[in-house]
């Protein structure tokens, strides 16, 4: 992906990177910035809206609530090759709203 967005902007083009939701979260945004950047190539990022912010806001709920949850913990899911799984417990438990995005196992 890093590539072609450089071979399309290096032809002259308008080269758009469309994610849904926010595109610093839990993308490849930061790889593709830095390959552009040493291309020469210029970036704007423009923010969305968090998948767990659109769910909460969905069910017209607070991630947070005073009482109830005071930690909102937005991982992933997929952990690396080499350790699959991420470490659940840590990222969740009594006062914490936990979102996984991308899990997919």
Known sequence: MNALVVAEARKGRRVVRLKSGDSGIFGRATEEIKTAWA????VKMVPGVTAACAAGAGLTR???????????VLATGTG?????TPD?????????TTALYMSVR
Do not use: K, Y
């Open 39 to 42: 291309a020469g190539i210029p």
């Open 62 to 72: 607070s991630l947070t609530e005073r009482a109830v949850a005071n930690t909102l």
């Open 80 to 84: 690396a090759a080499d350790d699959p």
């Open 88 to 96: 659940s417990t840590r990222l969740s438990g009594p006062g914490m």
